[in-house]
Each structure stands twice: as C-alpha cells, then as structure tokens.
C-alpha cells in the first residue's frame, strides 16, 4: 500500500450503498476519505435481486434515475398470503412510478454498488479494494483507525465509519454490538433465474421497462418468515427470508424451503423454466429499533446494516434506502465533527440527532413492533389460512343454499380455523398502533 494511502481525515469501511454514500459526501466536502471494499470491486460480494427506493438520491445525485443501471421501474407491487394450496393477492399498479422520478427500480446490487461508489471516486474519494479491515486501531478508548491484511496497511483517521455489513465486527470490537442474539436475525436466501425477456414480460403482465416486486406471507412452511419474487430485465429473483432459529430448529435447508415455494401452484407457472443463474444467501437484521447496536463511540460511527438498518415490517422490506441516509447522516457527523476538532463520541453526537430527525429512526421507531407480530405463529400461519378461507368461501357458489355473507363467513371460518377473537383483537390493535 503506497505511504500516501495511510492517513485520512475518515476512513469508511464497506463500499456498499451506505459505506459509498458516506465517502461521497465526505469528499465533496473537501476530506480526504479512504473507501475501504473486502472485495476486488464494490458489490463483488454482494448478490441481490430486490428493489432499490430512490427518493433518497434526490439530493446528493439529481436525476440520479439517468444513470442509475436499473433493471426494471416498479410498477406493479403485489402482496401475497400464501397456505399450501391457496394464495389471495392484493395487486396494485399504477403508471406514475414509471416515469420520472419513478418510486423504486429493481438493480442488482455488483452494478448498482459499483455505479455508487464510482460517484464518490469522482468526488476524489480514495478506493481502495481487495482489502479487509480486520480491527480497530485504538487509542485508549478512542478509534483513531483500521488495521486492514495487507503488510504495514493500518489506515489512521480522527473518524472511521463502519459499514462493514451486518452482525458488524468493528462495532462488536468497540462494544457497540449489544443484541447478537440469533432471534434478532433472519437468513435471506436467494435465485437468479434466467429468462428471456419477452417471457418475464408475458408472464408478469409488464410492457417496455415495467417491473414488479411481489412480497410474500406464507410459503415458508414451518419456519416464520416470507418470501419475494422480482422481476429484472431478463431474470427473475425469487427467495425466502427465514427466522434462523426456527431454520435451524426445524432441521431443513433454505433451498428445500425455495424449492417448496417455487412448487406453489401460484408461484410455479411464474418460475417455470427459469435457469438457475445465482444462489445466495445473506443474513438480515430483522430485530428493528430495540434490537439496534450503539452507533456512536469516540472516533466511530456505524451505519448501514451494520447498524441494523433495515425495515423488516410485513408491508416493507426495505434496507438500501437506510444505507443510505444513514451513510450521509454520519458523514455529515462527521464532517461537523473534523470541523470543530472533536471526535470524540460527544463530538459526534450529531449523527444520533440526524438520524433521529429523519425517516431512518421515525420509521423504525415507528413500526419497533412489527418484527415480533409479523414472526408470530398466528401471522404467519392461523391467519393467512383464515384469510384465504373467508374468501373461498365467499365465492363458492353452493347453490341451492343461500349465500352466507362476509361476516357470516368470517364466523364460521374462524371458529373452524381456531382463531380467538381475543387474540385477533390484540393482534388489530397491535397493528393499528404499528401501521396505523
């Protein structure tokens, strides 16, 4: 490593969405930032096939969606309850998300890491690949950099921000890391199936560069989580996200559980065909706001997933927009901080107050229950069966018997189905509360 690469004003650890972002409003700032990526280029180690919502772009990079190398523009979102042999779906598609400033585009992630992070290359960020941080440089208490594996590579700055992915190890080194348990995680896993381009179109009822994103309850048999099916231009990524305790207590494979999904007679005529591209599996923090690693120390900051960003909440599965914020937000910390000459974690208290202020920690506190409802054995299995009852039954026509009606209906499936009217009672309040 040349001698000129070995003191920064900030070293940021991780060229992801919120590791990027950082080193880009740093630079353009006037810092002098190292970007530091595991890989021999940003997003080599990342396999993703989901939806990127844009809006936060909007201030750092301007008509971002010229040059974003998406895949597809979302037009058509879905939201599917799932039993074993039925599904409901609530579809919904609108024209307005396909043209400028669109609502959310379908990207894989090697392409649209390495756009982000050559963004904050041309603002004169340092990137530097192929390299790991493998600790923190301390003085007493104080973070004062990164010793990386390459000989003689400690990289020395006032300020190292950690974006290094979730289950973070810098924010573990620093004491940061307070809820490692497993039920605070879940395991994405996914395929990449090829499929020719006409077909993804015919299939999913899309024209030119539409795309749809269809979230799913249910489907994952045993195990409590969900699955998701998108569309990318000439692929589709189909997977499920499982709770890793239930997982590995119930002693079968991820791809067993893909597989079971894709069987699902309202999955397979999708999936059909499709040539394996990619398998890949990552882990998820899915415990929310309680579950949230300190952020803050004397010399560090943590965003990203390695801050347990990421809105796991029944309706939304969202993670690369709270990268982002999160990464300008520290920056900005950042930035405040280097100016005054006080890193320390008083002198970066700003970043909490930021994020505070923001959509990032609102919506998490907002919806800080929604992991433990939407993970609840009634969710994931009484009522979707309930549900898809109720509708079956209101339209079977078993003529000469009158028709019953929704409520009627209703009664009759759930004392069937065992559901508790004390306990959906809880569960609608709880959901008010959280989603209302």
Known sequence: MPETFQDFDAVVVGAGPAGSTAALVLARAGRRVALLERGPYPGSKNMYGGVVYGRVLDGLLPAWWDEVP??????????????????????????????????????????????????????????????????????????????TDRPQGDLRAPVVVACDGVNSFLAKEAGLY?????????????????????????????????????????????????????????????????????????RRRPEDLIADLKAHPAIAPLVAGGDLKEFSAHLIPEGGYEAMPGVVADGLLVAGDAAGLCLAAGLWLEGVNFAI????AAAEAAIEALRSGDSSAAGLAGYRRRLEASFVLQDHKKLRRAPGLVLSERVQ????????????????????????????????????????????????????????
């Open 178 to 250: 307070h809820h490692p348990e497993p039920e605070h995680f879940t395991l994405g896993v996914k395929e990449v199936l090829g499929l020719p381009r006409h077909e993804v179109e015919k299939r999913f009822a899309l024209q030119g560069d539409e795309g749809m994103d269809i979230e799913i309850l249910g489907g994952t048999g045993p195990v409590p989580g969900g699955g998701f099916l998108y569309t990318n231009l000439d692929s589709i990524a189909v997977g499920v996200v499982l709770h890793l305790p239930a997982l590995a207590a119930s």
């Open 325 to 328: 914020a999160s990464g300008q």
């Open 381 to 436: 299995h009484q009522y979707p069966k309930a549900l898809c009852d109720v509708v079956e039954a209101l339209f079977t026509v078993d003529n000469p018997a009158p028709k019953r009606g929704a409520l009627r209906a209703a009664r009759a499936v759930g004392k069937n189905d065992g559901v508790r009217l004390r306990d959906l009672a809880r569960d609608l309040y709880t959901m008010a509360r959280t989603f209302g």
């Open 70 to 147: 998406a895949q597809r523009w979302v037009t058509r979102r879905s939201t599917m309850v799932l039993t074993p042999t039925q599904a409901l779906s609530v579809d919904f598609r609108t024209q307005a998300w396909g043209s400028p400033p669109y609502n959310g585009c379908t990207t894989l992630r090697p392409d649209f890491d390495r756009w982000l992070a050559g963004k904050a290359e041309e603002a004169g960020a340092v990137l530097i690949t192929s390299t790991t941080a493998t600790g923190l440089l301390r003085q007493g208490t104080r973070t004062v950099g990164v010793r």
